[in-house]
């Protein structure tokens, strides 16, 4: 599932055959690749993609059991559909668990009464225990409700914070995104109007002497992996994704490698306390260039927030200097969404909830009801790679 819509195409009459359902193979990346471009999901290139198994954790401990995903073929043998499931590592309370990530589902309009056919076998995986649908949108949200799953209950997960970067940049891609050509002249004016507007209000970050050093780092080095065991044993009540380093390494490789991801620590007596990573997210479609924040993490409560907001200014400030659009706050907890309302940012609804969740067993089902056992943020499910 993708948070972001796919190309509307007009309807197609059905097939004469029905398509068969079979597990994805790695040598299905060419078709499965065209399939998702023709409908407009930004795909990877084979690297990349081949990376979210061939180098992922969860994946190399169990991937003589675990698919990497499901297709639907034609007689011919073309491809008409396709979903891709990821493995990852949770922890609550010291259990480590397996979830399952949905990722880019999409199908050919001819055979869209078969796509629920994709997501049967993905809920049937008996050895998963959370199922994660983190970027649904209004198309796939009918099909999560079809299977059950329920909404997570911590953060705003249908709307969003957000400062304007780049206000020509962003002008233009709200005409765009509207279908409203003959205003682009006007964006120029407009995109005036919004800066003054932000400076009327107050809208933006203000770094203050007091303000803790925020350091940007270009890969994950063996800090991480002491943060993590320090970080399991303080958050071992909360359902939390794995984030030792060599998980964070597999997870944004790519994106550090290509500056797409921002990371930035925080240090306190020589010891790291904290870090934040932000991921530009770009939608081709309408030309807006964004960056959203994905994970923020800390070890000391009394500074979490002059740390959050630090991060923040950091990524605004760049987020300026690099023409980029928006910076984008979705799903946060209620106390660092207070803090980040001390910026004046802006407000958006989503076009439908974005995290979803299923477990396969009652008592973790149980456990998860409780909101004080989720931290949920873009670092779970498929939401950032």
Request: aromatic fraction near 14%; include cysteine.
């Amino acid at each position: 599932m993708n948070s972001d819509s796919q190309v509307q195409t007009p309807p197609q009459p059905p097939p004469a055959i029905s398509p068969r359902l079979r597990e994805a193979r790695f040598d299905d990346y060419a078709q499965i690749a065209a399939l998702a471009r023709r409908f407009g999901l930004g795909f990877e290139d084979e690297t990349v993609w081949q990376h979210l198994w061939k180098d992922n954790p969860a994946y190399r401990a169990i991937h003589d059991k675990f698919s990497i995903g499901w297709v639907l073929e034609d007689a011919e043998g073309a491809l008409r559909g396709y979903l891709g499931n990821i493995p990852l590592n949770y922890e609550l309370e010291g259990k480590r668990l397996l979830a399952a990530a949905t990722r880019s589902w999409v199908v050919d309009s001819a055979y869209r009464g078969y796509a629920l056919l994709l997501l049967h076998p993905f809920y049937q995986q008996a050895r998963v225990d959370l199922f994660l649908g983190t970027s649904v949108n209004s198309q796939s949200l009918v099909a999560s409700s079809f299977f059950k799953n329920v909404r997570v209950p911590v953060g705003a997960w249908d709307r969003s914070l957000f400062w304007i970067t780049h206000a020509r940049g962003f002008t233009d891609s709200f005409f765009t995104k509207k279908g409203w050509n003959f205003a682009k002249p006007f964006s120029y004016p407009v995109s005036l109007g919004l800066s003054l507007r932000d400076r009327v209000r107050g809208s933006g970050f203000r770094q203050r002497a007091c303000d803790p050093a925020v350091v940007p780092i270009e890969d994950f080095d063996e800090c991480f992996d002491a943060f993590w065991s320090e970080l399991r044993k303080k958050k071992a009540r909360l359902l939390l994704g794995v984030r030792d380093r060599e998980t964070l390494d597999w997870h944004f490789r790519f994106a550090l490698r290509s500056k797409e991801a921002w990371v930035y620590v925080f240090h306190l007596a020589g010891h790291m306390i904290g870090y934040a990573v932000f991921l530009r997210q770009e939608r081709r479609q309408v030309g807006l260039n964004r960056v959203s924040l994905v994970d923020f993490q800390c070890l000391d409560d009394e500074r979490c927030s002059n740390f959050f907001l630090a991060a923040l200014w950091s990524a605004f400030e760049r987020c300026r200097q690099e023409s980029i659009h928006m910076l984008e706050l979705i799903g946060l907890p209620p106390a660092l969404q207070a803090s980040a309302e001390l910026a004046a940012p802006h407000h958006r609804r989503l076009d439908s909830w974005m995290y979803f969740y299923k477990t396969n067993n009652a008592a973790l089902g149980s456990a998860l009801r409780s909101p004080a056992v989720w931290e949920p943020s873009l670092y779970d499910g498929d939401s950032s790679f």
